[in-house]
């Protein structure tokens, strides 16, 4: 008798974990934007398009195609700015001539998400001037 009842709390328990997951899954915010220029996300290079940018899990950043296929997912950091934004944002840094994605900001939120791995390329380019460009969730 014991054994059924904790056979049946464990299977309560974890139904009640994957409707948490699932409640969870639902709520991530999805920054749709046309990005005018080829990129770098990660360790790789993609062609100017229309992407989604999603935060699947806390300190991961997920890269999404027009069809919503995840393309890839890199680890970030949080970040925190004074004010909130108005609109959704995307930081790109220019090294070496390239665009990097280097950071994630959701409208009417004052943390956004510093991706890693643009440190790397900050320090094999270090000679090179880096600018900042962003595109917001505004574009077609």
């Known amino acids: 008798m014991n054994r059924f009842i904790a056979q049946t709390v464990a299977g309560l328990m974890l139904a009640l974990l994957g409707m948490t997951m699932m409640a969870s899954a639902e709520t991530v915010k999805v920054i749709r934007v046309n990005i005018p220029f080829q990129f770098t996300f990660g360790d790789r290079t993609f062609p100017a398009g229309v992407y989604s940018v999603t935060q699947p899990l ?3 950043v997920s890269l999404r195609n027009e069809r919503g296929e995840t393309l890839g997912s890199v680890l970030a950091d949080g970040i925190d700015s004074p004010s909130a934004s108005a609109v959704s944002k995307l930081r790109f840094t220019m090294i070496a001539g390239q665009h990097i994605l280097s950071e994630v900001w959701r409208e009417e939120e004052t943390t956004g998400q510093r991706l890693l791995g643009v440190k790397e390329h900050t320090g094999m380019a270090a000679r090179e001037s880096a600018e900042s460009h962003e ?5 077609p």
């Open 135 to 139: 595109a917001d969730d505004n574009q």
């Open 58 to 60: 806390q300190n991961v």
